[in-house]
């Protein structure tokens, strides 16, 4: 929603929407581990939807912990998830889309 939101049109937020998913696959952990990555990539990683979602996985899959341990990363997705949605209804409400 937040890119059909700030996009002048529907071809470019197609476009905007690919660029983003491959940058933050890339910066987030989703391709290889983020520790070969340099220590700012790292902290900027962690802005991104993908690294905790990543660090979600792991705390699962792999350190087999529940959900309790869980919770910080689910919280800090819905921190995410709820700013990022407010900044779109902000701007779908502030003007028609694809102006």
Do not use: C
């Not at 792999?62 to 209804?89: E, F, K, N």
């Amino acid at each position: 929603m937040l890119l059909a939101a700030i996009s002048p049109n529907a071809e470019a937020a197609s476009g905007l929407a690919t660029f983003l998913i491959l940058f933050m696959s890339a910066i987030g952990g989703a391709w290889f581990p983020i520790s070969l990555m340099p220590e700012f990539i790292q902290q900027f990683s962690k802005l991104t939807l993908v690294y905790w979602s990543m660090e979600g996985f792991s705390t699962v899959l792999w350190a087999g912990q529940g959900l309790r341990q869980l919770l910080p990363i689910l919280g800090i997705l819905t921190l995410i998830t709820g700013l990022v949605m407010s900044v779109a209804v902000w701007r779908f409400n502030k003007g028609r889309l694809f102006e």
